[in-house]
C-alpha cells in the first residue's frame, strides 16, 4: 500500500482497548474443546474467567474454588477418566511425576479413592527407583 493510502485508513482502525460492537464473549461462559487431534481430540470444558480473551480450564477452576490454588508440578485429572465429568467428587490432584508413572505402567481410576491409591503406588514405585539408585551409586 502507499503511505497515503496507509494513511487514509488509519481513521478506521480499531484502537487498543476498543471492544467490537457485539461486545464479545461475556466472563463466566463455558464452551467445549477438543484437545489436539494427535492427543486423541480429548473433549475438555473452558471458562472465561476475564476480558478480554482469558480462559482457564473449568475443572481446575472448580478445584481451585474449593481446594486453593494448585502448585506448580501438580496437575488436576478425573477420577473416572470423563474428562466432562468436572464434579468435585470426581477431581483428584497429582504430581506429574505420579502422573506419568500411571500413564506407563497403563493403571486407570474408576473413582475418587482408587484414583488417590493409585497415587498412593506411583509414590512407591517413584521411592524404589531413587533407592535402586542409590544404592548404585554407593557401589
Not at 474428562?83 to 473413582?111: F, P, W
Not at 479413592?113 to 535402586?132: G, H, P, V, Y
Amino acid at each position: 500500500m502507499s503511505p497515503e493510502a496507509i494513511e487514509r485508513t488509519k481513521a478506521t482502525r480499531f484502537q487498543k482497548g476498543h471492544t467490537p460492537h457485539n461486545g464479545g464473549t461475556p466472563v463466566g461462559v463455558i464452551r467445549l474443546r477438543h484437545d489436539h487431534k494427535d492427543r486423541g481430540g480429548r473433549p475438555y470444558y473452558w471458562i472465561k474467567t476475564a476480558q478480554p480473551n482469558v480462559w482457564r480450564m473449568y475443572h481446575v477452576t472448580i478445584w481451585e474454588e474449593h481446594n486453593g490454588p494448585v502448585p506448580d508440578g501438580c496437575m488436576i485429572t478425573f477420577a473416572d477418566g470423563n474428562s466432562l465429568n468436572c464434579s468435585i467428587d470426581n477431581l483428584v490432584m497429582e504430581t506429574r511425576a505420579q502422573h506419568a508413572i500411571k500413564n506407563h505402567m497403563g493403571l486407570r481410576g474408576y473413582d475418587k479413592e482408587s484414583a488417590e491409591t493409585l497415587n498412593r503406588i506411583a509414590d512407591l514405585k517413584q521411592a524404589i527407583t531413587r533407592t535402586k539408585k542409590r544404592r548404585k551409586t554407593k557401589t
